[in-house]
């Protein structure tokens, strides 16, 4: 009741919340990743499942898909990676802009799956760091919202301006 | 006129050079006993209706000689005949002439054996790997190429590094009893204790 009062009598309209400066930059950047879609076989069908109507990835924040490597944060890399295009998903990697967060979606991409061969890269962690890998052949939609749920978490535990330049600024204490 | 009436056309423009026609399901079979004289024998079956390339793949005979077969697929679309042209080639000479001027498909038909098997087009205008990359020292369709790869490294362009098989390599069994049972999987060895997994498999069988 009193808390009512308090908003009500507020000069400030509406509800208040307090919390820091790092902790909010840090829940702005988790609701808003920006996927690359780093479509290499058919898990990037069922990719672009994730990204229809019926499971819907703009529930998560994440539905601007970015074909450009300079305008995403999350790497999600979708299918069997071969030798021959393991240097440019490298490349791609190197283009995006810090921060950056891998997703190996299904078994191919995590392990290199059944493709036990002279031709495919067993598994994309041998030349870009993974945060979060997915099982299946390929995963269903929800194994990779819940993917992108746990990214977030880890995003949303991230300090951000710690030890920056904005952070000496804020005047916030080293931890 | 069929596919056996067409073989036997070609029977017997080039005389001792082809073969008697084979035929084992429904499908006729012509060997070319010089693979010098296989855009000849292609330019004459062009011109008789065979105007379709439909592939060409190459065998690897390891430990025989000669080690190569090169194997063409020709078809009629007009009247759907279809004919089959095979050739052998020594390992030393790994060389034959290109059929791009009959068929331009052949371009990249040709491109490919090359890259998988090191067999060699002369005439070919662009012979160069389509699936690998330039510069990938290996043959990997070649029978004494091991499954799992060999390590090379070309700085800045791409790498391969050797695959752990882990008890590998997996092995399908044909049967028609289930599809756990078909799948390809790392099989127990003759005479191993069979793990929980392969417990179905006994000597080969499924028991």
Known sequence: ?175 | MSALESANKIKAKFGALISEPTEFRGEITLTVADAEKIADVCTYAKSIGYNYLIDISSVDNYGEDPRWTVVYHLRAIDNGDEICLKTDVSEEKSELPTVLPVWRTANWHEREIYDMMGIRFSGHPDLRRILMWEGYPYFPLRKDFPLAGKPTDLPGVAFTKVTPMEGGPFVTLPTSSDSIAREPRVRTPEGAEPGISDKRLVDGKLK
Not at chain 1, 5 to 24: F, H, P, Q, R
Not at chain 1, 69 to 78: K, S, T
Not at chain 1, 106 to 113: D, Q
């Open chain 1, 1 to 175: 009741m009193s808390q009512t009062e308090y908003g009500y009598n507020s000069k400030i309209e509406g509800d208040v919340v307090l919390t820091t400066v790092d902790a909010a930059l840090a829940w702005f950047r988790k609701n808003s990743v920006w996927p690359m879609p780093m479509g290499l076989a058919c898990c990037a069908i069922e990719l672009m499942a994730v990204g229809a109507s019926r499971f819907d990835i703009s529930r998560f924040g994440s539905e601007v898909m970015r074909f450009s490597p300079r305008q995403a944060d999350c790497m999600i890399v979708a299918g069997t990676v071969t030798y021959k295009s393991a240097g440019f998903l490298k490349r791609i990697y190197d283009q995006m802009p810090e921060p950056k967060w891998v997703i190996a979606m299904g078994a191919c991409a995590s392990t290199g799956g059944m493709y036990r061969s002279y031709a495919v890269l067993q598994g994309v962690d041998n030349i870009v760091p993974v945060d979060v890998y997915i099982g299946g052949c390929p995963p269903r939609p929800e194994a990779v919202l819940d993917a992108l749920i746990k990214i977030q978490g880890k995003i949303g535990k991230q300090p951000i301006l710690q030890g920056t330049v904005a952070a000496k600024m804020l005047n916030l204490q080293e931890k």
